[in-house]
């Protein structure tokens, strides 16, 4: 069974940065294509930001230019910097991937962004 537990969210200002975790056990990441995803409250959730086993990325206009995902296979981590932050940026954020072929989450982090 593979657990994904992410961290690193809090409340910051607008402009602010933040960086989020996402811990792995049960499964091994190196392989995996991983995602951040994000939920704002009434909204679907939405693909942020992807990294490849090949540490290839690609990012959702929105944020473009403000958030950088990496990862680290040695310890089976991955990483979500979030500069710049605005308000509309404010959601529960979550890791997501496949192991197996049955897709896995965590259970989010809230972020929130004041103006």
């Known amino acids: 069974q593979v657990q994904l537990v992410e961290s690193g969210g809090g409340l910051v200002q607008a402009g602010g940065s933040l960086r989020l975790s996402c811990a792995a056990s049960?499964?091994?990441?190196?392989?995996?294509?991983m995602g951040w995803y994000r939920q704002a409250p009434g909204k679907q959730r939405e693909l942020v930001a992807t990294i490849t086993s090949a540490r290839s990325t690609s990012y959702v206009d929105s944020v473009k230019g403000r958030f950088t995902i990496s990862r680290d296979d040695a310890k089976n981590t991955i990483y979500l910097q979030m500069n710049s932050l605005k308000p509309e940026d404010t959601a529960v954020y979550y890791c997501?991937?496949?192991?197996?072929?049955?897709?896995?989450w965590g259970q989010g982090t809230q972020v929130t962004v004041s103006s």
């Open positions: 997501g991937s496949r192991w197996w072929g049955i897709a896995y």
């Open positions: 049960g499964g091994s990441i190196t392989g995996n294509a």
